[in-house]
């Protein structure tokens, strides 16, 4: 009896402190993230790393004698022929600069940014999908919705974790009545799938963390910090 009492008061509680008391707007924002398609260049100092360490081992190896390693020579080989040709790391999205594609900068991630109006905007602006919490169960139910309704399912996305990757206060520059803005942010990640059907927004964008920071000017120190890739 008493647990169900405490667990009932904490409820209560949570409720009060995201909807009541506050004049603050609690936003839960989704960070939709495409992780790269195909393996990055290495970094040259990674690559003098593992050639060092190659090198390295190779003085503690076992020696094979040569007529070990020349058996696979004298195995028959059959008459065919394997062509292989290395898939582009240009595609004809990065050509014509196509950020509505999720098939450009394969080797990098991207974020969706849509364009329309949203809660503290008075007129359309770029933004992450979101949304103002009202009567959801918690906030991450909260991100699920925002992004449902700017792609229409969630069976091709990842929800990382429960908790905000990051938060953030606005505060109102011009009108005081207006109250501040919390936003929390989550992340969520692209499954499988090369498209989506973006609706309920002027224009939408993927775009690259350089090319996101530019986007949002302001809030780009930030950002930075909270964007790892």
Same mark, same amino acid.
């Given at each position: ?22 004049? *603050?707007? =609690? ?15 290495? @970094? ?6 593992? +050639? ?13 004698? +040569? ?5 696979? *020579?004298?195995?028959?080989?059959? *008459?065919?022929?394997? *062509? ?22 394969? @080797? ?29 169960? &918690?906030?991450?139910?909260?991100? +699920? ?7 229409? @399912? ?7 974790? &429960? ?46 963390? @350089? ?9 780009? +120190?930030?950002? &930075?910090?909270? =964007?790892?890739?």
């Amino acid at each position: 009896m008493q647990r169900c009492c405490s667990s009932a008061g904490r409820s209560v509680i949570s409720k009060q402190w995201f909807s009541s008391s506050s004049t *603050d707007k =609690i936003v839960a924002s989704v960070l939709f993230e495409r992780l790269p398609v195909i393996v990055p260049k290495i @970094d040259p100092t990674v690559y003098a790393f593992q +050639e060092f360490s190659f090198r390295w081992r190779q003085q503690y190896r076992r020696e094979y004698p +040569e007529s070990f390693l020349k058996k696979s *020579d004298t195995r028959g080989k059959g *008459d065919y022929q394997i *062509d292989y040709k290395p898939a582009p790391r240009i595609s004809e999205a990065d050509k014509t600069n196509d950020q509505r594609s999720l098939q450009r900068a394969l @080797d990098r991630r991207l974020y969706l940014l849509v364009h329309g109006t949203t809660h503290g905007s008075g007129k359309p602006v770029w933004h992450f999908p979101e949304k103002v919490y009202e009567s959801e169960e &918690n906030l991450r139910k909260c991100a +699920e919705s925002a992004l449902e309704s700017f792609i229409g @399912d969630l069976s091709h996305t990842y929800f990382v974790g &429960n908790a905000p990757m990051g938060h953030m206060v606005i505060q109102p520059t011009e009108d005081k009545k207006i109250p501040s803005i919390k936003r929390f942010f989550f992340k969520s990640q692209v499954i499988a799938v090369n498209k989506f059907d973006i609706r309920k927004c002027d224009d939408f964008v993927w775009v690259t963390k @350089d090319e996101l920071l530019e986007y949002f000017p302001e809030q780009a +120190e930030f950002l &930075n910090k909270m =964007i790892i890739s």
